[in-house]
Antibody
Framework: EVQLVESGGGLVQPGSPLKLSCAASGFTFSSNWLNWIRQAPGKGLEWVASINPDGSSTYYPDTVKGRFVVSKDNAKNTGYLQMNNLRSEDTAMYYC?????????WGQGVMVTVSS | DIVMTQGALPNPVPSGESVSITCRSSKSLLYSDGKTYLNWYLQRPGQSPQLLIYWMSTRASGVSDRFSGSGSGTDFTLKISGVEAEDVGVYYCQQGLEFPFTFGSGTKLEIK
C-alpha cells in the first residue's frame, strides 16, 4: 500500500526556517517524482515544489522560489521541503504527493503556521 | 502561467441527479504526445485531495465509473452520473502541461 506521511510542521515566527519531511512507503521511491502542494485555511490548492526521481532537477513557483528547497533521500525513502524566511502568507496545510504532472497519492498533510 | 477557471454548481443538488463541473484553461493542454494534461481531484471535507481523472478522461484506480472526464484542448467537463452522499466536497481541476502547475479555484458540491 502506497503511503506518504508528512511531519515537521508547527508554529514559527516570520523570518524563521522550517523543514518538512515526507516518509514514503509501498512503492519504489527512487523511481518517482515528489511534489509539495499547500492549502491556506479555507482556500484552494497551490503547487509549491517538485523534484524529479533522482533529485537532479527541482521546480518552484515564483511565490516560493529562492526561499523553499525541495530534496529527496532515495536511500531513506524520504522527501524534504526546507522553507526559509517564512512569511504569514505561507501559513497552510502542506501535502506531499507522488508522481509528476499528476498527483496520484497524497499524504494526510502537516500544518505550518507563521505568526508572531 | 496557465490560468485555470472553474464553474460553480447550483447547490444543493438532489441525490441521484447528474451534474457537470466545468473547467477552462488559458492555454491548450493538448501536448504533442496526443495526451491532454488535465487532471481532476476531489477533496472531501477534512480529507486530503484524491485523484479522480487524469489525461482529461482516464479514471484513476478505484474511482467509480459514475465519474467521467471529457473536453477539448481548453474546455473540460467532469460529469458525475447520479450524485451520492459520498460525492460531497470540493472538486479541483489541475493542469500538468507545464511548470508552474496550476489548479482551478475549486467547485463545491453539496447534496440535498
Amino acid at each position: 500500500e502506497v503511503q506518504l506521511v508528512e511531519s515537521g510542521g508547527g508554529l514559527v515566527q516570520p523570518g524563521s526556517p522550517l523543514k518538512l519531511s515526507c516518509a514514503a512507503s509501498g512503492f519504489t521511491f527512487s523511481s518517482n517524482w515528489l511534489n509539495w502542494i499547500r492549502q491556506a485555511p479555507g482556500k484552494g490548492l497551490e503547487w509549491v515544489a517538485s523534484i524529479n526521481p533522482d533529485g537532479s532537477s527541482t521546480y518552484y513557483p515564483d511565490t516560493v522560489k529562492g526561499r523553499f528547497v525541495v530534496s529527496k533521500d532515495n536511500a531513506k525513502n524520504t522527501g524534504y521541503l526546507q522553507m526559509n524566511n517564512l512569511r504569514s502568507e505561507d501559513t497552510a496545510m502542506y501535502y506531499c504527493a507522488r508522481k509528476g504532472v499528476l498527483f496520484d497519492y497524497w499524504g494526510q498533510g502537516v500544518m505550518v503556521t507563521v505568526s508572531s | 502561467d496557465i490560468v485555470m477557471t472553474q464553474g460553480a454548481l447550483p447547490n444543493p443538488v438532489p441525490s441521484g441527479e447528474s451534474v457537470s463541473i466545468t473547467c477552462r484553461s488559458s492555454k491548450s493542454l493538448l501536448y504533442s504526445d496526443g495526451k491532454t494534461y488535465l487532471n481532476w481531484y476531489l477533496q472531501r471535507p477534512g480529507q486530503s485531495p484524491q485523484l479522480l481523472i487524469y489525461w482529461m478522461s482516464t479514471r484513476a484506480s478505484g474511482v467509480s465509473d459514475r465519474f467521467s472526464g471529457s473536453g477539448s484542448g481548453t474546455d473540460f467537463t467532469l460529469k458525475i452520473s447520479g450524485v451520492e452522499a459520498e460525492d460531497v466536497g470540493v472538486y479541483y481541476c489541475q493542469q500538468g502541461l507545464e511548470f508552474p502547475f496550476t489548479f482551478g479555484s475549486g467547485t463545491k458540491l453539496e447534496i440535498k
